[in-house]
Structure formats: structure tokens, C-alpha cells
């Protein structure tokens, strides 16, 4: 059964900081992964998707990187602003059943103090 | 010009009452997700459609009847609501591409539900 675990769950950081999430995976057999970003009380927005065989995919100050074979995945945010607090989810979507459904990490809390 | 729409927004309600959540893409996907996030945040798919055809049922009680007139619509209908059934509702749409994979998932804003 495919478990996603994210830490950590809580991030605060002052303004200006490079920072990484991480998120990790129990079964390699995914077509691909997604970032999103959740403000409270909004819906989700995508923020980068990774096909399995990709190993990065980059938007703006964000970096996503993914080890398949590992298990785990990387979000990288550069110089850190006020504005990127929300939660960070990441989601992978599994090859058993070709679905198309998502299973999602608890996701991680970032606080970016000014 | 929203991707994914959802209403209502908002929905309070009582135990033991029946109740409707509609949701629309105009994103031209073939695939239509419905995903529950209980207190904790956490996130957890209910069904999927791919045109039409329910393709995932997660074990959701059959007090839950997913309804799709089009690939563009995914209805959500609660019949005999509890207080369990609080929670946020989210719809999504994906598109299912070549060598049986899918692409980017779009979701909704969501629709929060209180069960008095």
C-alpha cells in the first residue's frame, strides 16, 4: 500500500532563507509526482509535476526533484518571502490500478516570518 | 474563466438531511476526481470518472453517490448526512494522456460541509 510522509510537518523561517521540503514514498511505482500549495481555507494550486522519469522540474524559486528509486522528493524554495506561507503538499500518483488518483502526504506548514 | 468550479462554497446543514455538490471543468479533461480532507488536513480520494464511467469507488459508505451527466460535470449527492461527514470537499480533473498515464490535476476551491 502506498504511504506518502512529509516532513516536516511544521517550517518556520525568517524571510530570505533557502529551505527544503521533503516528501518520501514506500512504493517506487508511480507515473508521477506533484507539488501543491494550500492557503487555509482555499483550495489546492499546482505548483510543479514530475513524470517518473524526470529528476527535476523547476518553476521560478521553486525546484522539485525526484528519486524514484528511493522514494523521495524535494522541494526546493529559494530566497524565501512572506507571501510563500501556506501548505505544502505533495502527491503521488501510483501505477497500480491506472486510476489517475492522487495519494497525498500530510503535508508540510511553512511560516515565512518578515 | 475558473478551471475547476465548485458550489456551493459553503454548505451547513443538518443530521439526517440530503444534500448536493455540484462541480464543473472547463479544462476539456477527460477525468473528474472527488477528494474528502477531514480536520487533520489530510486529503483522500472518494471516486474518479473518466467520461462518465465511475472508474474509483474508495470505499466510500453508499450514503455517497457520485453522479456525472457529462465529462465536464462530477455531482457529489449525501444522502442521510452525519455529523462525520463534516469536512472539506474537493473536486479535481486531470486529462488522461498516451502510454496510460495522466497529467497535471486541477483542483477546485472546495466546498466546505458542517453537519449540525
Known amino acids: 500500500k502506498q504511504e506518502v510522509t512529509q516532513i516536516p510537518a511544521a517550517l518556520s523561517v525568517p524571510e530570505g532563507e533557502n529551505l527544503v521540503l521533503n516528501c518520501s514514498f514506500t512504493?517506487?511505482?508511480?507515473?508521477?509526482l506533484q507539488w501543491f500549495r494550500q492557503d487555509p481555507g482555499k483550495g489546492l494550486t499546482s505548483l510543479l509535476l514530475?513524470?517518473?522519469?524526470?529528476r527535476e522540474q523547476t518553476s521560478g524559486r521553486l525546484n522539485a526533484s525526484l528519486d524514484k528509486s528511493s522514494g523521495r522528493s524535494t522541494l526546493y524554495i529559494a530566497a524565501s518571502q512572506p507571501g510563500d506561507s501556506a501548505t505544502y503538499l505533495c502527491?503521488?500518483?501510483?501505477?497500480?490500478?491506472?486510476?489517475?488518483?492522487?495519494?497525498f502526504g500530510q503535508g508540510t506548514t511553512l511560516q515565512v516570518k518578515p | 474563466d475558473t478551471a475547476v468550479s465548485q458550489t456551493p462554497k459553503y454548505l451547513v446543514t443538518q443530521m439526517g438531511n440530503d444534500k448536493s455538490i455540484k462541480c464543473e471543468q472547463n479544462?476539456?479533461?477527460?477525468?473528474m476526481y472527488w477528494y474528502k480532507q477531514d480536520s487533520k488536513k489530510f486529503l483522500k480520494i472518494m471516486f474518479s470518472?473518466?467520461?462518465?464511467?465511475?472508474?474509483i469507488n474508495e470505499t466510500v459508505p453508499n450514503r455517497f453517490s457520485p453522479k456525472s451527466p457529462d465529462k465536464a460535470h462530477l455531482n457529489l449527492h449525501i444522502n442521510s448526512l452525519e455529523l462525520g461527514d463534516s469536512a472539506v470537499y474537493f473536486c479535481?480533473?486531470?486529462?488522461?494522456?498516451?502510454?496510460?498515464?495522466?497529467?497535471?490535476?486541477?483542483f477546485g476551491p472546495g466546498t466546505r460541509l458542517t453537519v449540525l
Open positions: 479535481a480533473s486531470s486529462q488522461a494522456s498516451s502510454g496510460s498515464s495522466y497529467n497535471e490535476q486541477f
Open positions: 512504493d517506487s511505482a508511480i507515473y508521477n
Open positions: 514530475i513524470q517518473s522519469s524526470q
Open positions: 502527491a503521488v500518483r501510483p501505477i497500480s490500478g491506472n486510476t489517475g488518483k492522487l495519494i
Open positions: 479544462l476539456g479533461h477527460d477525468t
Open positions: 470518472y473518466n467520461n462518465k464511467e465511475l472508474i
